[in-house]
């Protein structure tokens, strides 16, 4: 009990001291997370609503597959980043892998999906009236759906959280496309697994305090807007 | 009078389910006719084409002489002339300004114009000072009223109203009822479905009734 008291005073001190280290960590995370979530919202959005608002043959195949990628693990979404970004990989030629924009493309794979799935189900729960109510006001159908976008903001900007919060957290990407480089590509989920297994376990638990943190307040903020 | 809408052997089906099947039904233009018939008798459906927002299954919809191409770009130009007011209104998030400018906007039309057509559509409604207020705040029979306020600012060839004054209090339901029948001396022509037999007779305008999605011949008003 007294190693994990002393490794928490150790860890607030680290915090409270702004560490290089910590530092470097946390802006690097949240700077992959917020690229990776831009890119995602991008394409995540326009495909949940298209989904969502419009009825297709295989619709419900589209929604089955949109369900199963959230739930691709890290890991494998990593391990074909660097199929596709290694040297011999066919993106290799781009000198990609091992940088901030390879943790960016993984990061938006995998939280599309998220972001898509959330939007739908945003589409789906507003209000049946919305759209007819702008066509009959004299809204073109564009108007209309964007009308309809207005009013379902909230769940729209649920979903762009709901993925920033899948980013922040993973590690499989980061450590695979990253390659965990000091003060390069390092996040804080990849230095708490290298820090903690060279046996730096306050630095470790530091940098979780300050993603715990941030889990908290990125769910604190989808809970309020989930109420709304 | 001159004819605005003729329909001819129009038909509208669910799966299976006829929801209207209409021979023939001509509205004129300026009056105010009254819906009525049984739950489920297609009133609703009816008013969906009618606002060109449901295409009927088969059959030819005529408005001011035009056929109504459903696939085409002209179809905007018509379903501006007429507006739709449903039984239970959506009002959209914001201020009572942004719901009632909205068609306006919609429009391309701002700035003072919208202004004054928002403040004088919330004064023939009894909505004055409500332009700043949020819409999702109102009382039902508020909300009913800016509703009505939104389709008036837009001053519609055709008001077509969804039992309009169902659900309201009764102060409410006088006021808007004195609203809807000076519609037709400004020229809009009304078609407002209701479940009260006195309407017919006291707006005194046409009667269409409805039975199983057919028009069936007017009922004789309930002797008061």
Redesign the interface.
């Known amino acids: 009990m007294d190693f994990l008291v002393s490794s928490f005073a150790a860890a607030l001190r680290l915090i409270g001291s702004f560490s290089p280290d910590v530092v470097d960590a946390v802006r690097t995370s949240l700077f992959v997370s917020a690229g990776a979530t831009v890119f995602a919202a991008l394409l995540g959005i326009p495909v949940g609503l298209l989904v969502g608002l419009s009825d297709f043959p295989l619709k419900r195949l589209v929604v089955t597959i949109l369900n199963t990628l959230m739930a691709v693990p890290t890991v494998v979404v990593g391990l074909l980043g660097y199929g596709f970004l290694s040297r011999q990989g066919p993106l290799g030629v781009l000198g990609l892998l091992f940088t901030p924009t390879a943790i960016v493309i993984g990061g938006t794979l995998l939280a599309a999906p998220i972001v898509a799935n959330y939007a739908l189900a945003s589409a789906r729960g507003a209000?049946p009236?919305?759209v007819?109510?702008?066509?009959?006001?004299?809204?073109?159908r564009l108007?209309a759906v964007g009308?309809l976008v207005?009013?379902i903001r909230f769940g729209i900007l649920a979903a762009v959280i709901a993925g920033f919060g899948r980013v922040v957290a993973e590690v499989g990407v980061a450590m695979m496309l990253g390659g965990n480089i000091r003060g390069y590509t390092r996040t804080m989920t990849t230095a708490i697994a290298l820090e903690t297994s060279k046996g730096e376990f306050s630095f470790g638990m530091a940098l979780g305090i300050v993603l715990m943190t941030i889990a908290l307040i990125v769910n604190l903020f989808l809970s309020f807007l989930q109420r709304r | 009078m001159t004819e605005l809408y003729r329909l001819r052997s129009v038909t509208k089906r669910y799966g299976s389910n006829v929801a209207v099947d209409i021979d023939a039904l001509t509205i004129d233009s300026g009056r105010l006719y009254t819906l009525t018939g049984a739950n489920g008798a297609g009133k609703s459906t009816l008013l969906g084409i009618l606002s060109f927002l449901l295409p009927p299954t088969t059959g030819e919809l005529f408005y001011a002489g035009e056929r109504i191409d459903w696939k085409s770009d002209s179809l905007m130009r018509c379903r501006r002339k007429v507006t739709l007011l449903h039984q239970s209104p959506y009002l959209f998030g914001g201020t009572v300004f942004r719901n009632v400018a909205y068609g306006l906007k919609a429009r391309g039309i701002a700035g003072e114009a919208t202004l004054r057509a928002v403040d004088r559509a919330l004064e023939t409604v009894g909505l004055e000072g409500f332009r700043d207020r949020d819409a999702r705040e109102l009382s039902g029979g508020e909300a009913q009223r800016a509703a009505l306020a939104r389709a008036l600012a837009l001053d519609p060839e055709v008001l077509l109203l969804d039992e309009p004054l169902a659900n309201i209090d009764r102060e409410t339901a006088v006021l808007l009822e004195r609203v809807i029948a000076s519609l037709p001396s400004r020229g809009t022509t009304v078609v407002m479905t209701t479940h009260d037999p006195d309407h017919p007779a006291r707006l005194s305008g046409g009667s269409i009734v409805l039975d199983g999605g057919k028009v069936a011949p007017p009922r004789d008003p309930v002797p008061a």
């Open positions: 209000d009236r919305i007819p109510t702008a066509l009959t006001l004299g809204a073109g108007r009308t207005g009013e």
